[in-house]
């Protein structure tokens, strides 16, 4: 899975999990990294999400279908609730566009509006588009991890790069290769958020990781909640599904 | 009678070399009228900076909640701002209620983050910035639900003009999307960097339609055109701001207050140097009067005339004319001054827009009495006049009278 694209890493984590199961022939970082990197390029995948947002203010829940190819086009349309039933996100590669179906508007999210939130979760718009891979765009070496049983990484970003983070520390499962929690530093060497790993089970047909938590570290009280309900490897996915004009249109 | 007896003699010995006299005190004169015009002009120019910023939007005083400045997020509403508003118009103050959120503007493919102001179009009659319109009108109970006046440079980065309807996305108090088509009925002129580039107002109505804002209220400004000041103001209001923190523009705007402050205190400073020049001049005067006068000091001296005496008449000659410079240069000064209030300087044709600490600048440069700094000046002006004096009196007064007779200069 990929260090900056937490967003992009819900939806194609699961096609990154076995490329860490089959990485798992030794501890040799590179390998491993390079497994993680290349695994969920080609690839695809359908599935329904729920998404829990707990906040201080309001804890909301919206279902939405996403569909993604690769590591650049993504799409998701909220089913629930009705009020924001039909609300659609592009993602083809840095660009985003939302489509609001009850003023009949497609909006590109400008740059200035990356840092804002995603539907009031704690992910950003940035989180969506964000491209890096481990091997190019980071210095990654062992770390020890917080638990004997698991393998950690530390990984800084290139100067170069353009990513907002001072550090990824991930944490993977010795046994199953499966990631436990990432960890994202700022600038100031400051954690600034986690995302954990939970409830390994079946999905796909395969053991994967079903529930993603994003934790803010200045609200700890807060968080935002991933959960999958199902998940299709490899769907056929019609060749323009990831357009503007099938972003207008209701069905996938 | 004291001093008459001194004056006299000092004015009749001024009147001896006439045209020296008249040079020197005109060139106290010609600097107390420089003095004057350009501090009137400096203050006019900082008094304007400070009518625009607080008449344009901000008010001389605002209410927040607690922390709304340092972290203002949509939550962080004041309670009980009803209070504060009553007792407001009790005392004669206008007052506008406002309620502030982020959301994205777009329209066509352009599409830009704005901050969108929630208003009641009636009280924000008393700030400028509603009737300061490039194009179309402000909003009113004419308008229909739905309408938004854009700041300037937003409504051009999104290409959109008077009658098209942008779209507005937004996060509501609720966490969902709020979104909804606003038609533009107006476009702000330039009113400052920041809302030109990010303004969207919207009525009150349409604010907690699309926020679902729960009625939130993040501020209160206030204004008098009254010649109350701020601290009048707070002063007055201060008794029912519960749970609502009171700022002056001072402390809103603390460039602009400095830049007033650093103003005065470099007119101040301009002025020591302008008097000091000024009296370089009376102390060559005084110098050449001393030495051509040194075998009539000898012989007043001889008469029995006091050092004391001779160090008085040679001082209250150089006060004499510092006086009467002074006086004469202050009233020129404040002729020019008339002029110019009501006639101002017309900057726009060589400027343009401007906008200076990122608030917009009226083009019309008005002069403003400052009486406080030509009194200032003048005590400034009449102190070195004397200070620089000292040395030619101090030499009059230690004459040897035997060898001041015999002098030949």
């Known amino acids: 899975m990929r260090a900056g694209g937490i967003f992009a890493a819900v939806l194609a984590l699961l096609m990154a999990m076995p490329g860490i199961v089959q990485a798992g022939n030794g501890d040799d970082l590179t390998a491993l990294l390079d497994s993680i990197d290349d695994l969920y390029r080609s690839d695809a995948s359908a599935g329904r999400m729920s998404m829990t947002v707990v906040t201080k203010h309001f804890t909301r829940q919206v279902v939405f279908d996403a569909w993604s190819e690769g590591r650049d086009k993504s799409l998701i349309r909220i089913v629930m609730p009705l009020k924001e039933a039909g609300i659609s996100t592009l993602k083809v590669e840095r660009d985003i566009w939302n489509y609001l179906p009850n003023v009949d508007r497609t909006i590109k999210i400008p740059a200035t509006m990356m840092a804002a939130s995603w539907m009031g979760s704690h992910f950003t718009n940035d989180d969506l588009v964000r491209e890096s891979r481990y091997q190019e765009d980071y210095d990654c070496a062992w770390e020890t991890p917080s638990d004997p049983a698991r393998l950690g990484v530390a990984c800084i970003p290139h100067s170069d790069a353009g990513l907002v983070w001072g550090k990824v520390v991930l944490e993977v499962a010795k046994d199953t290769r499966l990631p436990i929690s990432v960890a994202y530093f700022d600038e100031d060497m400051l954690l600034a958020r986690t995302m954990f790993f939970e409830d390994v089970g079946s999905l796909g047909g395969r053991a994967l990781p079903r529930r993603m938590r994003l934790v803010p570290e200045d609200k700890p009280d807060e968080e935002t909640r991933i959960e999958y309900g199902q998940l299709t490897f490899n769907p056929s996915l019609s060749a323009d599904l990831f357009s503007l004009r099938s972003l207008r249109s209701r069905g996938p | ?409």
């Open chain 2, 1 to 409: 009678m004291m001093l008459s007896g001194h004056i006299v003699p000092a004015w009749r010995n001024l009147l001896r070399n006439r045209r020296r006299t008249l040079v020197t005190v005109g060139a106290v004169a010609f600097t107390m009228a420089l003095l004057v015009l350009v501090g009137a002009l400096s203050e006019g120019m900082v008094q304007g900076l400070i009518r625009n910023v607080t008449e344009t939007s901000m008010g001389l005083v605002q209410a927040h909640a607690p922390g709304y400045l340092s972290d203002p997020s949509f939550y962080t509403a004041m309670e009980h701002s009803e209070v504060l508003e009553a007792a407001a118009k009790d005392a004669g103050i206008s007052v506008a209620r406002r309620s502030f959120g982020g959301g994205l503007l777009a329209y066509g493919d352009k599409s830009a983050g704005a901050r969108i102001w929630g208003v009641v179009p009636e009280m924000e009659k008393a700030f400028r910035f509603s009737g300061s319109l490039a194009e179309g009108t402000f909003l009113s109970a004419k308008t229909p639900p739905g309408s938004v006046v854009l700041g300037r440079k937003i409504a051009h980065l999104l290409k959109a003009g008077i009658g098209d309807d942008i779209v507005v996305l937004v996060q509501a108090s609720d966490g969902s999307v709020g979104n909804e088509l606003l038609r533009v009925v107006g476009v702000f002129a330039p009113i400052g960097d920041d809302f030109d580039r990010s303004a969207a107002v919207i009525s009150s109505a349409d604010f907690e339609h699309v926020f679902v804002s729960g009625g939130r209220v993040h501020e209160l400004a206030f204004l008098a055109r009254d010649g109350r000041s701020a601290e009048t103001l707070v002063s007055e209001l201060e008794p029912f701001a519960e749970g609502a923190v009171l700022r002056t523009w001072r402390q809103l705007m603390p460039p602009i207050s400095d830049m007033d402050l650093m103003m005065r205190g470099m007119m101040v400073f301009v002025g020591l140097v302008f008097s000091l020049a000024a009296g370089f001049g009376i102390v060559n005067t005084m110098m050449m009067a001393v030495h051509e006068r040194v075998r009539e000091y000898g012989v007043l001296k001889a008469l029995g005339c006091t050092p004391l005496r001779l160090f008085v008449d040679t001082s209250i000659e150089a006060l004499l004319m510092g006086g009467v410079g002074t006086v004469l240069g202050g009233l020129v000064g404040q002729g020019l001054v008339v002029w110019f209030i009501y006639h101002p300087i017309d900057l726009s044709r060589i400027v343009g827009d401007m906008s200076l600490v990122g608030v917009a600048f009226d083009p019309l440069w008005r002069a403003a009495s400052a009486p406080d700094l030509i009194f200032l000046n003048a005590v400034v002006m009449l102190v070195l006049c004397w200070g620089v004096s000292i040395l030619p009196a101090l030499r009059a007064a230690r004459l040897n009278p035997v060898e001041a007779m015999n002098h030949d200069g």
